[in-house]
């Protein structure tokens, strides 16, 4: 009998991020076109950012996300002031308005999950929850500078 081999650690991952995509991301309506509605979770806990720090963490071009910013800042999601320090550079920081769809987004988002986790058992779902924070320990591990 042929041993089955083990999945490697990113086929695991994308398998994850697939299996997290098929099943509860299409269910859940983003308010904005995604690279828009990613900008707003990038800026969510900072003080404001460069455009080239928004696009490296987001892997999308400096270009494309001149476009993005600006479609943010004319729906007044984002607004954009010259760096103190250095005035070459803008500054990008989410407002308040932006702040709202991003947190009613993330509740519906929140509510949504809670209700599929209860069709896990009590002890299911404090399995989950722990696997969880040690899956999200150690993705900011592998990915930190």
């Not at 695991?12 to 991020?17: A, C, H, P, Y």
């Not at 690279?35 to 080239?52: E, P």
């Amino acid at each position: 009998m042929a041993a089955q081999t083990q999945p490697s650690l990113s086929q695991q991952f994308v398998e994850i991020m697939v299996l997290l995509h098929n099943k509860f991301g299409r269910q859940t309506q983003v308010p904005l076109p995604l690279n828009q509605f990613g900008v707003l979770c990038t800026l969510m806990d900072t003080t404001g950012l460069g455009i080239t720090d928004i696009s490296r963490q987001l892997n999308i071009s400096k270009q494309q996300m001149t476009n993005i910013i600006e479609k943010l800042v004319s729906a007044g999601y984002v607004s954009k002031e010259p760096d103190r320090h250095d005035r070459r550079r803008l500054v990008i920081t989410i407002t308040t308005k932006g702040k709202k769809l991003l947190d009613k987004h993330l509740e519906q988002f929140r509510f949504q999950f809670e209700s599929h986790a209860q069709n896990l058992t009590n002890n299911e779902r404090t399995e989950l929850a722990t696997i969880l924070q040690r899956y999200y320990e150690l993705i900011n591990k592998m990915f930190s500078l």
